[in-house]
């Protein structure tokens, strides 16, 4: 007899059903303590509802249950080992670069009302399949995995995380750009109601803009994480969905993605503009090429003393070197 054995990360129908269901039942009870008319409320919850505005309107531990339904904790990915150990949750998740939010590394203080659900991403330019596609459909689409990944940031500090997502290449399956898309550009959200530093330092280039070759995007490392540590992201980390390339230094990996587009012209990008000699469009990590005011070729581990030898791509040559030959 033959036994379709599920992988854990296929799509588990009946699971969103039910979170359909409960976040709708919540969001009525809610509108009716509004006193918003049960017509109006019953119209947006039959037509309107979706899989984000339902896990929205959950209370945080039902959504948790709800996610781990169908996203989280996910189930690793072997392929992507390390070299050294794990750093620890809240040392990671406070000493974060997001200048959106702060220039210092105290971003987890500045993140509470940060509202990343329902949150969606524009697909447009060079693309045969363009729209405008939400998160929650998207991981339900392609399911995630855990891959444990370094991340060497450019000011010489390092961490090495267990990320949660899906590749990039299964969106640009799914998207299919055009023969003439060589370049994709991710750009984060500009709202300067939701991130104070827009107005402060009104002069940066914002919105942050990252770009990658349509090879890079492509390449089995390039990941788009929806979680971290076995649960989605939090705010300081680039929630909802954030690009990972473990083999750049961490400023190519943006946070908080609203669109991605695919163009024939290499775009401008954040840093990049601000400091061309510094901030190289490619970025690939190397010891051998010193920032003009530090050397890359130790790292700081955070939350040890140890100092560890840089290595060339981040030590993803395997996956990566053929891509610059
Ligand atoms: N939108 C946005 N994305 C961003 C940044 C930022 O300031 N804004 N900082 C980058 C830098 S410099 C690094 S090192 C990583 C840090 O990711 P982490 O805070 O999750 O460790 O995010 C990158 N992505
Ligand atoms: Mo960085």
């Not at 061309?276 to 920032?291: C, G, I």
Request: glycine share 8%.
């Amino acid at each position: 007899m033959f036994i379709k054995v599920k992988k854990a990360w296929d799509t588990e129908s009946s699971a969103t059903d039910e979170v359909i269901y409960r976040g709708r039942r919540e969001f009525l009870r809610k509108s009716a303590g509004y006193g918003i008319a049960a017509g109006v409320a019953l119209y947006g919850a039959d037509t309107l509802f979706g899989l984000s505005e339902a896990l929205a309107a959950l209370p945080v531990k039902e959504r948790k249950a709800a996610l781990s339904g169908y996203a989280y904790p996910a189930p690793r990915n072997p392929i992507f080992t390390l070299d050294r150990p794990l750093t620890d949750e809240t040392v990671a998740g406070r000493y974060n670069n997001f200048y959106e939010f702060s220039s210092r590394k105290n971003v987890y203080k500045y993140v509470d009302g940060f509202k990343t659900r329902p949150w969606t991403v524009k697909i447009s330019g060079l693309v045969r399949k363009p729209g405008v596609y939400d998160v929650e459909k998207l991981i339900k689409k392609f399911g995630v995995e855990e891959r444990l990944y370094r991340l060497r940031c450019v000011e010489a500090w390092a961490m090495a995380v267990p990320w949660t997502g899906f590749p990039m290449r299964k969106l640009l399956d799914m998207v299919e750009p055009e023969s003439s898309a060589k370049y994709v550009v991710f750009k984060t959200l500009y709202d300067r109601k939701v991130f104070r530093q827009q107005t402060i330092r009104f002069w940066l280039p914002w919105p942050y803009t990252e770009g990658l070759t349509m090879a890079e995007a492509a390449n089995e490392l390039t990941l788009l994480a929806t979680g971290i540590y076995g649960h989605e992201l939090p705010g300081q980390h680039g929630a909802p969905i954030r690009l990972v390339t473990p083999w750049k230094y961490g400023f190519k990996s943006i946070k908080s993605i609203v669109s991605i587009e695919f163009a024939e012209k290499q775009p401008p990008t954040f840093w990049n503009t601000l400091g061309p000699s510094e901030y190289a469009f490619t970025s690939n990590v190397d010891p051998e090429v010193p920032h003009p005011r530090w050397s890359q070729a130790t790292e700081r581990m955070l939350g040890s003393k140890e100092r560890r030898k840089t290595l060339k791509y981040n030590g993803y040559g395997e996956f990566v070197a053929g891509l610059y030959r």
